[in-house]
């Protein structure tokens, strides 16, 4: 009897370790970010210090995915939340400001830049596209170890630093690299057109001239008309633009018309610009889509 005794009393005291120890592991701290692109940096700075949950599948359109009622739920009891700002998650801006209103603490990526606007024919509007400027994300960096050393609990500090500085050490190494990967492009060839604006930044940082864009807006939630596709075409000849780049998650329908719209030999070129490719496809990091990027538009216009 005493044995069994025994043999029960281990089980419960067993039993309560396995308890403490699930309980130790739900208790992590918990960053919820918006974007993939995001969350792959957030992921490099806090390492396994704290859960990192990305809100965006890989692929989506940052401008128009949603989320569920669960993902919901967790952002109202993270640590902290990241989002990019500045308009870009158009889906998701009424869930951001419920959780600030709870009391989540919340960091805006794009309050860290300078910002620029993107300009088309008849309009204009704040560029949310800052990422595509690697030293504008030295700032962003910057801001995110700041947040994550005030706001996530139990971080260590040091390690932070640390990781923050080991990670713009090698955005620094790609702004470097692209540099001369661009310089190889002629200057009467460094002439952009996409499916929306999204290269201003990069544009800005490296001397680009940004023609004009398939649907002449910030977001892919707008639509061309047939004037804006008429124009566009007539100052792709002026230009003389030999390719359009268009988000690899979006159709290039538009893009293939006005192409032959333009009557001039324009190709077609997909990139990674608003999210991360799938594991293991040449873009599933963001220095390894900017790299991608980055040999895709040098190709793509030389």
């Not at 993939?36 to 995915?65: K, N, R």
């Not at 190494?173 to 604006?197: I, S």
């Not at 329908?253 to 190709?267: I, N």
């Given at each position: ?35 993939d692109?995001?969350g ?13 949950m ?28 990241v ?11 009424t ?38 400027d ?29 990781d ?29 057109v ?22 002449p ?40 018309v ?45």
């Amino acid at each position: 009897m005493r044995r069994v005794a025994g043999w029960l009393a281990a089980l419960v005291v067993a039993a309560g370790s396995l308890a403490g120890c699930r309980a130790d592991a739900s208790d992590q701290p918990l960053v919820v970010v918006t974007t993939d692109i995001l969350g792959d940096v957030v992921g490099e700075l806090v390492g396994d210090q704290a859960e990192v949950m990305v809100l965006m599948p890989t692929g989506a359109d940052p401008h128009s995915f949603q989320v569920s009622a669960q993902e919901v739920a967790r952002m109202r009891t993270a640590d902290l939340l990241v989002a990019n700002g500045l308009g870009l998650e158009e889906g998701l801006a009424t869930q951001v400001e419920a959780a600030r209103a709870d009391g989540v603490p919340v960091v805006e990526a794009g309050e860290a830049v300078e910002v620029l606007d993107w300009v088309g024919e008849d309009a204009s509007g704040v560029d949310p596209h800052f990422w595509t400027d690697p030293t504008r994300m030295l700032a962003v960096t910057d801001a995110l170890g700041q947040a994550l050393a005030e706001h996530v609990r139990g971080v260590d500090a040091d390690e932070l630093a640390a990781d923050v500085a080991r990670y713009q050490d090698e955005l620094r190494e790609l702004d470097g690299w692209m540099a001369e990967q661009f310089a190889l492009v002629p200057e009467e060839r460094r002439n952009l057109v996409t499916n929306h604006h999204v290269f201003g930044y990069l544009a800005d940082r490296f001397g680009f001239t940004v023609v004009g864009a398939v649907i002449p807006s910030g977001t892919t939630l707008a639509a061309p008309s047939a004037g804006d596709l008429d124009e566009l075409a007539s100052s792709i000849r002026e230009a003389g633009v030999r390719t359009i780049f268009v988000d690899s998650a979006q159709p290039d329908r538009l893009a293939r018309v006005l192409a032959e719209q333009a009557g001039v030999d324009v190709s077609v070129t997909p990139l990674f610009t608003e999210s991360l490719s799938p594991a293991g496809e040449g873009a599933d990091s963001y220095l390894a889509m900017m790299r991608a990027n980055t040999e895709d538009i040098a190709r793509g216009l030389r």
